[in-house]
C-alpha cells in the first residue's frame, strides 16, 4: 500500500516527528526542571511543543479516521503555534527571555517546526485522497 500513511515517505515524516518529540521533551524537561524561573513563558511553551510533536507521531502512526483527525488537529496546532510564537519572538522578544522550540520560526531547529507542519498536513491530505480513490476503484 504505497500511498499509506506509514510506509514510504510517511515513516520518514513519522521518524522526524519522533525525533523532535524526543528533542523537543528533553529540551523542556530540562529547562523547567533547571531554570524554570528564568523563562517560564519560552519554557513551557517548549513543554506545550514537546507534547504537540508526542501527540503528532503516535497520530500519523495510527491508523483510522479518529487519528486521522487527531493528526490534522494536532500538526495545524503546531503550524499556528510555529507562526505565532515564530512571529511574537520577532516582535515582542521581551516576552520570551530565552529561545522556545518555536522562537523564530524553529530557527534552532534548522527551521524544521515551520516546515514541518505544511508537509505533514500535506502527506495526511495526499493520502487520505488516494485512500478515496482506491475505495471508489473497488
Known amino acids: 500500500m504505497p500511498s499509506s500513511r506509514r510506509s514510504g515517505f510517511g515513516r520518514v515524516l513519522i521518524a522526524v516527528y519522533a525525533i523532535l518529540a524526543l528533542a523537543a521533551t528533553g529540551r523542556s524537561a530540562y529547562q523547567i526542571l533547571s531554570r524554570f524561573d528564568e523563562a517560564p513563558l519560552a519554557y513551557a511553551l517548549s513543554a506545550v511543543a514537546a507534547i504537540v510533536y508526542v501527540v503528532a507521531t503516535v497520530a500519523l502512526a495510527m491508523r483510522g479516521a479518529i487519528w486521522t483527525r487527531v493528526a490534522i488537529a494536532t500538526i495545524g496546532f503546531e503550524l499556528l503555534g510555529v507562526l505565532v510564537v515564530g512571529t511574537l519572538s520577532l516582535t515582542h522578544p521581551e516576552l520570551f527571555g530565552h ?12 527551521f524544521i517546526p515551520a516546515v ?23
Not at 522556545?100 to 520560526?105: A, D, E, L
Not at 508537509?119 to 471508489?136: D, F, K, N
Open 99 to 110: 529561545a522556545s522550540v518555536w522562537s523564530w520560526y524553529g530557527m534552532g531547529y534548522l
Open 116 to 138: 514541518l507542519p505544511i508537509v505533514g498536513l500535506w502527506w495526511i491530505r495526499r493520502t487520505e485522497r488516494a485512500s478515496v480513490e482506491r475505495s471508489v476503484v473497488a
